[in-house]
């Protein structure tokens, strides 16, 4: 291992922009197909595989929702949960604000009564057994209505204290954050925590309705901000999170190349950048292999990836005692690896 892989591996980090649908990998899909008797388009994992590539977010979601139609019961939502946690535990990822897409499943009949349980068990098991605290964020598909969102946060009800955060994600172009206002205002008076994808495919202008008329706490994605000089001393002055997501970036096409990725002029213009992994299963990379990436071809120094690792819990919605915490471990391990 590298030094700049050992550092990475080492430090326990924070993930904050993980898609949980995205995580269902190729085997997983195959055997949840069979079990349920789905019919895939796909004749075997290696062929799931290698239908994973994408010339925009769009092109990508058409597979997403297809994949994600072979989690039919309890079970399935919570293996799915599981494979992720575990996965978490083999990168020291020690804390996970993790957004699922509920219209995804009511939408083909599979019920908040479903899904919720399965992955609840399996958040409450990987706190018991591997340490790790999750945080859900209930994500409304901007592609849908209004109406069908503010029924989905209705419809989450009996699940109100499992969920942290509310988000907006699916296709930007074209679903501006002005289209979910009300319902995000209703999401705020009960409490929630605010995030929408913006600026990913999208214009700044979509950002500043995410900061305006949403009243997000964290932009995700929110790598086109650089485009807006105005909005980009915005993001610095109120230190609003980023989660960037590189390695899917590259997939969607959002940039050609990871070393064209701007991750480190975001660093360097002050504002307050995080990595994530979006959808680590269609994207080719987990948390450290999206920390790997940066290292490899972005030019990154360790000082820029502890930044980053910091950054991660700055930016959560965890107490500030906690953070603090996180911080100061992260502090020991930098001062045990004898990293400057
Ligand atoms: N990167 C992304 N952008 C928008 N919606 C998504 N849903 C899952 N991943 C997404
Ligand atoms: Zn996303």
Not at 161 to 185: Q, T
Not at 206 to 232: C, F, N, Q, T
Not at 240 to 252: D, E, I, R
Request: aromatic share 10%; charged share 25%.
């Amino acid at each position: 291992m590298s030094n700049l892989e050992t550092l990475i591996q080492r430090l326990p980090k924070a993930e904050l922009h993980l898609h949980i649908e995205g995580s269902l990998e190729p085997q997983l899909m195959w055997d949840l197909a069979q079990k349920h008797h789905v019919e895939l388009p796909f004749s075997d994992v290696d062929a799931i595989k290698s239908a994973y590539q994408f010339d925009n977010l769009q092109s990508f979601l058409d597979l997403y929702y297809q994949g994600a139609d072979v989690l039919r019961d309890e079970d399935d939502f919570f293996q799915l949960m599981w494979a992720y946690l575990c996965k978490c535990h083999e990168q020291n990822v020690l804390h996970a604000e993790i957004m699922f897409d509920p219209q995804t499943h009511t939408e083909r009949g599979v019920s908040y009564d479903v899904f919720m349980p399965g992955f609840i068990k399996a958040i409450e098991k990987a706190r018991d057994e591997l340490g790790i605290s999750v945080y859900l964020i209930l994500s409304f598909l901007r592609h849908l209505s209004e109406e069908s969102a503010i029924e989905t946060l209705e419809k989450a009800r009996p699940y109100y204290e499992h969920i942290k955060a509310v988000g907006l994600d699916s296709s930007e172009l074209g679903n501006p954050p002005s289209k979910f206002e009300r319902v995000f205002a209703q999401a705020k008076a009960l409490g929630f925590k605010l995030v929408a994808h913006a600026g990913e495919e999208g214009p700044p202008e979509y950002i500043w309705e995410a900061l305006h008329l949403l009243k997000v706490d964290r932009i995700d994605h929110g790598v086109r901000s650089i485009e807006d000089p105005e909005l980009m001393a915005y993001l610095k002055q109120h230190q609003v999170p980023l989660t960037v997501c590189p390695l899917s970036n590259l997939k969607l096409c959002v940039i050609d190349q990871m070393s064209e990725h701007n991750i480190l002029q975001l660093m360097n213009d002050g504002l307050r950048v995080t990595v994530n992994a979006d959808d680590p299963s269609y994207f080719g990379g987990y948390l450290n292999e999206n920390f790997m990436a940066l290292a490899e071809h972005v030019n990154m120094q360790a000082s820029d990836l502890i930044t980053l690792v910091q950054n991660g819990f700055k930016a959560s919605f965890l107490p500030e005692k906690t953070k603090q915490d996180w911080l100061g471990i992260i502090e020991d391990t930098v001062s045990q690896l004898g990293v400057k």
